[in-house]
């Protein structure tokens, strides 16, 4: 440990694993630690032996369940949107070699007590049970209004402008009803509150689109997801920044973010060794995680909690026509609420759990001091659950940008179902630690499957 | 990504990831393999990983995907995704030095915990060139033949103890190698990736022990058990092939 290295990586989180893989790959020399004898840190997946020492470390792991190893429980719920960013990056850095996917079976929301398909193109919302006779033809309309649009176009915009009026200038325009603007908002558009009615529609038509594009790409629904769990996803970028010369150290204790007089980053220390660079990245965990660090400073601040159940049911999600995996949106005005609730189910056809063993993770941002009631809606479509894991979980922001110190601390993994927020923060870490500039993939050369 | 790779020359693909102590010679060994060359010096593995190989039988083509550490194993940071689903494992020591051997011990534990039950493991006992040359020079009563067919004859107590004493000598005997190896049900060779001894026949009877049927029953079942961990997603059933509609296949067949 006596080298010096461009960068050391604090976690093996997603966030953390990503910048890494890039890193190594732009030619810095990288050494990653984690404190855990296993990848992924928040965003791991665990067999239920380390689901169990997480959890409940008092009981022994139970046996009705199936052998351990063909458990990966992943610890935050998300999916990976298909025409998404994330899966520009897999595509770009060439980890999908190492990586297998499949679909996620169904995407569902909930209204007026019931779940039902969200419909993605004009001809579903025309057979969609979500919605009445007259609301299918407006909501058709719509749709066909999105599909239609061309910025080059007036003709298409029919008297809309994206970047001025607002969504609910949009909404009105149809005549859609409240429960649709629900499903449009939340299950496509994959907002968690109604900020966006009143922004510009501009963002929310990308993203209904981006919905749509990626439902179109593979079929079943929009999402697609990592055989043996999202842990996966960062194992193959540290792979990836491994191949590029990184070093790895699991299972390694961080003592000491070492500084300067003027608070720069001089190194980190484990034990009485400290290692130099010139930066450093990593999670929250390791900046004190919203307790003031080295000689009073606040690194980062708490900025909301999520609410997670793990659950582990023994039969599909009622209501799902048996899907081996589905993600389940609740709306919030559905059930008097500031924040929707999330439900994300997968199974064994995703090797995640054994057979007949069904786990999904029911999930939405505090409102209240009794978090896991306000998971109740959520966890009342699941039927019998056979057992359950609940987590209140902070979510911690830095409270500098790093640029002056050389401490660059991401985000924690936030609420949403999916990983676009996740490569936001990648692009912007990535900007503060290069000094500006923006991330632009450049194709793995060489290398491996080279002869 | 080779996705034609399996169908079209109807070789049947095989992950084989390498284990072993740093430095005891795991790339070297696949290199010698791949592209029969050797570097004397070779640097800590970094950039190329992931190779390639067909392997001849009587009446099968295997290709092997042979994964290389990437130096992950040097503070115990190996992902459980490197030797998922792999068919086939080569854990390496070095005969000079003794403690490469217990640490391939624990990695065969390793692999017969965490790794698919029928995985088939093959120990190397790397640069026995080493041990060869230094009978052949130092020692006037072994025969020169000792360098073409090590045998167990080669592990003389006279050797062992000139092992203790001096370096670059070996310090793990044939014999002891062999008797763990058939213990544990691992194939054993020693190698040498500086002159080829005994590295074909490592793959190859890596190659003859695979079992075949249950890879191609495994394939057509489209399930968990896929051979090759990632590299297409053509044949499983319900896999999604994320590189498809992005751009045309590139370099779509390695071999």
Same mark, same amino acid.
């Given at each position: ?12 989180? #997603? ?7 890039? #890193? ?61 960013? #994330? ?162 150290? #699991? ?201 | ?255």
């Amino acid at each position: 440990m006596d080298e010096e290295y461009d960068v050391i990586v604090l976690g093996t989180g #997603l966030t953390e694993c990503i910048l890494s893989g890039l #890193l190594s790959v732009d030619g810095k020399k990288v050494l990653h630690m984690d404190r855990n004898d296993y990848y992924g840190g928040d965003s791991a997946s665990l067999n239920l032996t380390q689901l169990y020492r997480k959890f409940r470390s008092d009981q022994p792991v139970p046996t009705d369940l199936g052998r351990d190893r063909d458990y990966a429980i992943d610890l935050i719920p998300k999916f990976i949107i298909a025409s998404g960013e #994330l899966t520009k990056i897999l595509v770009h850095t060439d980890v999908t070699r190492y990586l297998e996917f499949k679909q996620i079976a169904g995407s569902f929301v909930f209204r007026e007590g019931k779940i039902s398909k969200v419909p993605s193109t004009e001809m579903e919302a025309v057979r969609s049970p979500l919605m009445g006779l007259f609301e299918k033809r407006r909501a058709k309309n719509f749709f066909q209004f999105l599909q239609n649009w061309k910025d080059s176009d007036p003709a298409t915009h029919q008297g809309i402008d994206l970047d001025k009026d607002s969504m609910k200038t949009v909404y009105e325009k149809f005549g859609l009803e409240p429960g649709t603007q629900d499903f449009i908002g939340h299950a496509m558009a994959l907002y968690l509150d109604d900020d966006y009615i009143t922004k510009p529609a501009r963002a929310t038509y990308d993203r209904i689109i981006l919905y749509t594009s990626s439902m179109a790409r593979y079929g079943k629904s929009p999402y697609i997801y990592p055989l043996y769990g999202l842990g996966e996803l960062p194992q193959s970028f540290a792979r990836l920044s491994a191949i590029y010369g990184g070093t790895y150290m #699991l299972d390694k204790q961080v003592d000491e973010i070492v500084t300067d007089a003027d608070g720069k980053f001089v190194g980190v220390r484990s034990g009485n060794e400290t290692v130099k660079a010139k930066q450093v990245i990593g999670d929250p965990s390791y900046f004190g995680a919203g307790k003031r660090v080295d000689g009073g400073k606040m690194r980062v601040v708490e900025d909301g909690k999520v609410v997670r159940a793990i659950c582990v049911l023994k039969h599909p999600i009622p209501g799902t026509d048996d899907a081996d995996s589905a993600q389940i949106i609740i709306p919030q005005n559905q059930v008097g609420r500031r924040n929707d609730i999330y439900i994300a189910m997968v199974s064994s056809t995703h090797n995640v759990c054994a057979k007949d063993v069904y786990i999904a993770i029911v999930s939405t941002i505090v409102e209240t001091d009794r978090p896991e009631m306000e998971l109740a809606p959520g966890l009342a479509l699941l039927g019998q659950i056979h057992d359950k894991f609940v987590s209140v979980t902070p979510l911690y922001t830095p409270t500098a940008s790093g640029e002056s110190d050389n401490i660059f601390i991401t985000r924690s993994y936030d609420a949403t179902s999916h990983f676009e927020t996740v490569v936001e923060e990648v692009q912007d870490v990535w900007r503060r630690v290069t000094g500006g500039k923006p991330l632009v993939l450049k194709k793995r050369e060489g290398g491996e499957g080279e002869q | 990504m080779a996705d034609a790779a399996a169908s079209a020359d109807k070789s049947i693909q095989v992950k084989l990831v390498l284990l072993g102590e740093a430095a005891v010679g795991k790339s070297s060994v696949v290199l010698r393999f791949v592209s029969n060359e050797f570097q004397a010096n070779k640097e800590p593995t970094i950039g190329a990983a992931f190779l390639t190989q067909k392997c001849r039988l009587e009446d099968r083509v295997l290709r092997y995907e042979i994964w290389d550490t990437a130096g992950q194993e040097r503070f115990h940071s190996l992902a459980p995704m490197y030797y998922r689903n792999a068919q086939a494992a080569v854990v390496v020591y070095d005969v000079t030095k003794a403690a490469s051997l217990d640490k391939a011990k624990s990695w065969v534990k390793e692999l017969q915990r965490q790794a698919n039950p029928h995985i088939v493991i093959a120990l190397a006992g790397n640069k026995v060139d080493l041990v060869n040359n230094a009978a052949a020079s130092s020692s006037s009563t072994t025969e020169e033949t000792s360098e073409d067919e090590p045998d167990d004859a080669t592990a003389t107590p006279a050797e062992l103890a000139q092992a203790a004493s001096g370096d670059g000598l070996r310090a793990v005997a044939r014999d002891e190698a062999q008797a763990y190896a058939t213990e544990a049900g691992l194939l054993f060779f020693e190698t040498s990736a500086k002159t080829g001894e005994g590295i074909v026949e490592l793959f190859t009877e890596i190659a003859k022990k695979i079992p075949i049927e249950h890879i191609l029953a495994s394939t057509r079942g489209g399930g968990a058990n896929r051979p090759g961990g990632a590299a297409s997603g053509s044949n499983a059933q319900g896999n999604v092939n994320l590189d498809a509609n992005n751009q045309t296949p590139k370099n779509a067949c390695n071999c």
